[in-house]
């Protein structure tokens, strides 16, 4: 990635120098080699074996639904009565204050309660086909540690020194 704006540059020919079962001790590889002075803008974590896992949480009633609906609705309904609360036409600083207290409840209320109906609305709307509630996570089976092949030889011999983390699994040419 060229830091300068942002964009991938044409890749250079890379060569793995490491393969690590976790993203930390690949990182933890990257990090050695930076505090040995090594120039780590030629080096790259690269995933492989990358796969969707999506793991279910819970069932997804009609009380959870309203619940979820009800504590999204609250954090922005009291947002938005505080900011017009505290943003009111009346001069004190404490009746401000005060106005801001008070927006903000009533706003909390006011957007639970709308919040609730249409997050019941929308598991209504759903008719059962997704009433479960879970989280999505993309993870890698392995994570390879490329660096350019004008400097391989330096980050493999680096990475074999006493203290090193190692190379991992044997390493290979793409």
């Known amino acids: 990635m060229n830091a300068a704006?942002?964009?991938?540059d044409q890749l250079k020919p890379q060569q793995v120098v490491g393969?690590?079962?976790?993203?930390?001790?690949?990182?933890?590889a990257v990090d050695y080699l930076s505090d040995h002075d090594f120039p780590v803008q030629h080096t790259?974590?690269?995933?492989?074996?990358?796969?969707?896992?999506?793991?279910?949480?819970?069932?997804?009633t009609f009380l959870t639904a309203?619940?979820?609906?009800?504590?999204?609705?609250?954090?922005?309904?009291a947002l938005f009565g505080?900011?017009?609360?505290?943003?009111?036409?009346i001069a004190p600083l404490l009746t401000d204050l005060l106005l801001a207290l008070f927006g903000a409840l009533y706003g909390a209320v006011l957007g639970a309660l709308i919040g609730a109906g249409l997050g019941l609305l929308g598991h209504a709307l759903s008719r059962g086909r997704r009433d479960f509630t879970s989280r999505q996570v993309f993870r890698a089976r392995s994570h390879d540690l490329l660096v350019d092949c004008e400097v391989a030889s330096g980050a493999t011999n680096l990475l074999q020194s006493a203290g090193a983390p190692g190379l991992g699994r044997p390493s290979a040419q793409r």
């Open 5 to 8: 704006n942002g964009s991938v």
């Open 66 to 77: 309203a619940g979820r609906g009800a504590a999204a609705g609250a954090a922005v309904g």
């Open 44 to 60: 790259a974590i690269v995933g492989r074996g990358l796969e969707s896992v999506e793991q279910v949480t819970g069932r997804l």
């Open 19 to 28: 393969s690590y079962a976790t993203y930390a001790q690949a990182e933890q």
């Open 82 to 89: 505080w900011l017009f609360g505290l943003f009111g036409w």
